[in-house]
């Protein structure tokens, strides 16, 4: 797969769909690489005629990793935040960043613009893409995620313990079991959500590829130093289309819910069933939501 610089990094990336065409990044989440984006939704957006691109985040999978750079403690950066102290700057990045690694990746590709769908961690990155580079998005797509209020509901206990669990070790067997207990914990209800066996396979195959633990961190300390956006969202004015899942636990409705209600303008989806993840059986119900939306904003459309 090639590789592009930009904002001082290289970046892995993959293209589905013609090159002629609009081009749509899809911003992955926390630890995600973006060989976890499902195929048949890959080729479902090219087929309704945009120039489909994934990435690697710095410090994931095949991109830059930020080594040497240890970040605070996720307990330290808490606690500095709650003393008001600049926690921001001790970082080895925020999410700020990696919104202009993706709004020049953009440029790098040789686009003005693109349709930005970003799910989890990713669509915090592609709100603060449509803040802080504006002239870069065409449309805003935010999937499973929050608008950073602090008064929102947190994430259920067991979820954020799935998310943050650590195996005693680190083989590819170890984290594919938690996998399954993460999709468990927070995932889509069982009427819909990936088999275990597939769950695991997907979990093996992307350490296969890439095992960075440390980059995991990194994005971590990312997402909890990123001052909050939320104030800021009465700004935005690309068509958005907020989805979320009714069942997450990690990142509650009420999270997407705030968005939308922010956002002028904002369409809104709470979709039954589905919680947080990407399985199988969602890809139509979120082509079908997704591709009109791109359509009634398409270049030209009226």
Do not use: C
């Not at 992955?28 to 499902?38: I, L, V």
């Not at 669509?123 to 580079?133: F, K, P, R, T, Y």
């Not at 995932?187 to 980059?215: E, F, Y």
């Amino acid at each position: 797969m090639p590789r592009i610089a930009v904002n001082g990094i290289e970046i892995e990336y993959a293209e589905t769909g013609s090159p002629e065409d609009p081009l749509m990044l899809l911003v992955s989440g926390f630890s995600g690489q973006m060989t976890r984006w499902p195929e048949a939704f890959l080729k479902g957006l090219a087929d309704a005629g945009r120039r489909v691109v994934v990435f690697d985040n710095r410090d994931i999978g095949l991109s830059t990793e930020l080594a040497g750079k240890v970040p605070p403690s996720p307990e330290t950066i808490v606690k500095g935040i709650a003393a008001g102290e600049p926690v921001h700057e001790r970082v080895p990045y925020l999410l700020d960043d990696m919104a202009a690694d993706a709004a020049n990746l953009v440029d790098a590709l040789g686009a003005d613009q693109a349709d930005i769908l970003g799910v989890s961690m990713g669509g915090m990155i592609v709100q603060l893409m449509a803040l802080n580079h504006p002239e870069k998005v065409r449309t805003l797509i935010p999937v499973m995620t929050t608008s950073g209020d602090p008064s929102l509901p947190p994430s259920d206990s067991v979820a954020i313990e799935a998310l943050t669990a650590v195996p005693p070790e680190r083989t590819p067997e170890a984290i594919a079991d938690q996998a399954v207990k993460s999709a468990a914990a927070y995932g889509s209800h069982p009427d819909i959500r990936n088999s275990d066996d597939d769950i695991r396979k997907l979990s093996m195959d992307a350490m296969t590829r890439s095992d960075r633990p440390m980059g995991v961190a990194r994005q971590y300390a990312a997402i909890l130093a990123q001052p909050r956006w939320h104030e800021r969202l009465e700004r935005v004015s690309h068509p958005t289309l907020v989805l979320h899942g009714a069942v997450d636990t990690l990142i509650k409705p009420a999270a997407g819910e705030d968005i939308a209600r922010r956002i002028p303008g904002a369409e809104l989806n709470i979709l039954d069933k589905w919680g947080h993840d990407m399985p199988e059986k969602m890809i139509p119900v979120l082509l079908d939501l997704i591709v009109p939306f791109l359509d009634r904003h398409a270049p030209g459309a009226r």
